[in-house]
Each structure stands twice: as C-alpha cells, then as structure tokens.
DNA sequence: CCGGATCCTCGGTGATACTG
DNA sequence: CAGTATCACCGAGGATCCGG
C-alpha cells in the first residue's frame, strides 16, 4: 500500500509514471508552491502567501500537507528565532528540471501582461534560471543586480554556471531596471540597444554587458 | 450554451511564463490527454476516452475545447475514412521535454500497481520514450517488440535514436513479454537474468539483447 | 503578528443519460 | 460515434476566527 494512501484521491488510475507525477503535483497551486519554494529557499506560511495573490488559507494549507505526505515538502520548525518554514526535500527538488521545462513552453506563449497580473521574486528567479543559456555562459563570470518594478534580485555566473538570488547587489558588473519589458527583451522582440533607446531599460554599468545579458538569457 | 467555454477561468494573477503554462495545461486531465496525443499521434474522441479510464465525456470535450482555443490542439476532420480527429499543434508537440520530465519523476516514485490500475499503449510509449538513455545508445541500432499484459509495442533504435510506436514487430531483433514487472525491470530493482529466471519476464531472442535492453532504458 | 481552522458559496468535476 | 445535457457532489475561493 503507497505511502500516500489516503491522501490523494483525484487519481488517474494509471499504472504510469507521468500520472503518478500528476496525482502528486499535478492539483490547482501545488506547482506554483514548489516552484516558490523551489527559487527562495526554506519559506513560511506567510511568506508562501504572499508569493501566491489569491491562493487561499485553507489550500495553501491542504497542499502542504499534500506534498508533505507525498514526501515532497517538509515542515521544520526553526529554533531561534521559532517559526515554522517548508522546504522541499530531495524529491521536491528533483522537480527543478519539470518546473524549468514548463516555464520555458509558458514563457513563448507568455505575451503582454494582462491586468491585475503581478510580479514577484520567486517567479523572476524562476524565469532567469529557465531561460538561462549554459553554451552562451561558457567560461563567463559576471554578476548582474535586475530591477523589474519594485522587485530586486541579482544573478551571480561564475565560470559558466548560475545562482540567483532575491535582493540587491551593489558591486553588480551591471545593474538593470526595467519593467514587463524584461519578456521582450529575453525573447529578443527588442534588441538591448533599442530597449534603452526607448526607455524601457535603464542601466547602471558598460552597456555591452546588457548585451551579454540578452545572449545569456534568452526566451 | 455559455459562448466563455473553453475560455481559461483559472488563472495564477502571475506574469510569469510557469504559471502561464499551468493556466493552459495545469488543469485535471489536460496533460494526460496531451501525453496520449504525444505518444499515438492524431487520435479520435473515443480513442483518446478508451486510453484515459475514468474521464467523462463532458470533460474530455471541454479540455479539448481549451487546448484548440489555446492552439495546443487541432480538431480536423478526415475526409476518407469521414471521422475527426485530434492532434497536437506544433505548441503542443513542444510540451514533450515537460512530459518526459515529470514522467522520469514520477517513475521513481511509481512503486507497486495499485488496485484496479491498467496499462495503456501510450503510457508505456511515453514511459519508453521518458527513460531511453540516449548515451547508452551511442551508435545503437535495434529493434525491440515489448508486450505488457496484453498491450504490444516496439521500440526501433536507428544509430541511437528512438522511435515508438504501438503494435507489434514480427521481426524485432527481442521480443520481451511481461507484465507490470516491467518497473522493477526498468529501475533496476531485478537484474535482467533474474527476472527471466523469476518468471517476471519472457523473451524470444538473444538474451544479451535483454541486458542491453536494461542498459538503454533506465528509471 | 503568525499559522492555520472553520464556515459558506460557487463552479468545476464526475457519472450518466441522451441526441444528431 | 461524437459529443451535449443534467445533476449531485466536492474542492476552490473568500471571509472570518482563534490559539500561540
């Protein structure tokens, strides 16, 4: 008898790994908590709220436990100071590859941004990783602090390979603000130079780097 | 009838391209009927109702309003036989990476069959296609026929890459028969020599062929 | 404040019957 | 065969409440 027993009861009834996958995360918001979790680390309840506008209490609730006894998160109470966080365990994580291959697909289809949609941290994180270009990072070091809205976050690539992590970074080799633009220029719809020209990024730092930056990433 | 169906209601409030893509394929039974379409090609209404037991006509006919009005899929009809058919869109041909993805995840954490879970053709082929090593078959060229129960497919390997396909292959170079074994098979859990000692599995060919067969599709 | 639990409403899902 | 129609039910969404 599974583990999980009990605790699933939308299943497909498919002797297959691609349904188990969706009986176990495959439920409305329980992607977007991992991917969350995924891009910042050890999270509260709170904070899990405040990544995801309109998820309700009692589902973000739900969901925990879900994943929790799917063996996908994990609940630890934090000494000092006392808080409760959720985290991922190494089966949660082993969804990073899932989670970036559907965020690229969702990226192309992305468009402009329709109203009341929002940004946040944890899916900017997201979108940098996803798009993030290894062949073009071959050898590269550079650090970048991004802007998009009043949301801050900066991408360390030391020889070739990523991190990136929410807040600012002030010795950055190039700081960039912008907005919902960020989509075209990632999808190249802009080319850098243009994109400042009109106003849509401002940077701090030699523009060739923004260059860089739009061949690191790319949609 | 409502002229909004088929219109996406639940959305993330995210501009963000992974809640995007959960908002066009995140739904109850969305990505299964894409997997189905992925693994056997344009499929009629009720080819694709015999291959996902337990979905209601009514849904199964909602989703696949969804993903035309998303451009996943294509509804068209054949003129000779008259009969109409689904297939995917070159956007929803792009998800593959994605269902190959959560599929391997979902493989190791398949465990036993449960209760009155079957086996279709087309999870086996996705399950086929999500856990062939392509390093394994550098320069690989065979032909594989597996049958699971009662479900026949084969495997052609041409120089390292893999097609599958439902039905049998007379003249497949193995001929493997076997049942939900299969997995244990798959993830290593029983040594090729053992299963066919145990009875897990039967062949009909060169047993080495079946040690390779472990080697090219690993969980 | 935080981490939920509870209550209520609404709409989607699931099961089935039905129609062109 | 390819869906549509109907309806019971349950999970999502929203608000509020409560113990720590």
Redesign the pocket.
């Known amino acids: 008898m599974p583990y999980y027993q009990g605790v699933v009861?939308?299943v497909y009834g498919q002797y297959c790994g691609f349904a188990r996958a969706l009986e176990l995360v495959g439920?409305?918001?329980a992607l977007m908590v991992v991917r969350d979790l995924m891009a910042g680390g050890p999270k509260?309840?709170?904070?899990l709220l405040r990544g995801l506008p309109?998820?309700?209490?009692?589902?973000l609730?739900?969901r925990?436990?879900e994943m929790q006894a799917a063996g996908i998160v994990r609940?630890r109470r934090l000494s000092r100071p006392n808080?409760?966080?959720?985290e991922l365990t190494e089966t949660g994580a082993a969804l990073e590859a899932s989670v970036m291959e559907l965020g690229r697909w969702g990226a192309k289809l992305l468009g402009a941004p329709r109203r009341n949609e929002i940004i946040t941290v944890d899916s900017l994180i997201t979108a940098l990783r996803s798009t993030f270009q290894p062949k073009a990072a071959k050898g590269v070091t550079i650090a970048y602090e991004l802007s998009v809205g009043d949301i801050t976050l900066h991408a360390r690539i030391v020889r070739g390979r990523i991190t990136v992590k929410p807040g600012p970074l002030p010795d950055a080799d190039l700081s960039i603000q912008t907005g919902p633009a960020i989509r075209e220029l990632l999808a190249g719809e802009v080319a850098p130079r243009d994109a400042v020209a009109k106003g849509l990024v401002a940077i701090r730092g030699n523009r060739k780097l923004l260059d860089l930056f739009a061949a690191l990433f790319k949609i």
Not at 54 to 59: A, H, M, S
Not at 83 to 86: K, M
């Open positions: 009861r939308r439920e409305r918001w509260r309840f709170r904070d309109g998820i309700p209490t009692n589902i609730a739900a925990l436990k609940r808080v409760v966080v959720y």
